[in-house]
């Protein structure tokens, strides 16, 4: 019986890949290749800052974030994007 259900089920699996092949996005872009995301309260701790001024940021259209759902608690800030908010508030220091 048990034989029977593994055969089903790998027979059920190979049809169904070849009718569902992969997207092709799936396969150009490695898991390593995703950024980073944080949490605003974990960009917070990182910036030493309240929640409140970071909320702020995005707000005011400073900083970008990813939606994840439709509440502010499922943003999330890619690494790139806070680097990039870091560069852009970086001002003086000894030219090289």
Known sequence: MEECLV??????????????????????????????????????????????WVYARIQQGELAVIELGDTRKNQRVGEDALAAFLTERTHGGAEK
Do not use: M
Not at 40 to 48: N, P, Q, T
């Open 7 to 52: 055969e089903a089920y790998e027979e059920y699996a190979r049809i169904w890949l070849q009718t569902h092949p992969p997207a092709p996005h799936a396969l150009e872009a490695p898991v390593s290749s995703v950024p980073r995301l944080f949490k605003v309260v974990e960009v917070a701790e990182r910036l030493g800052a309240g929640v409140d």
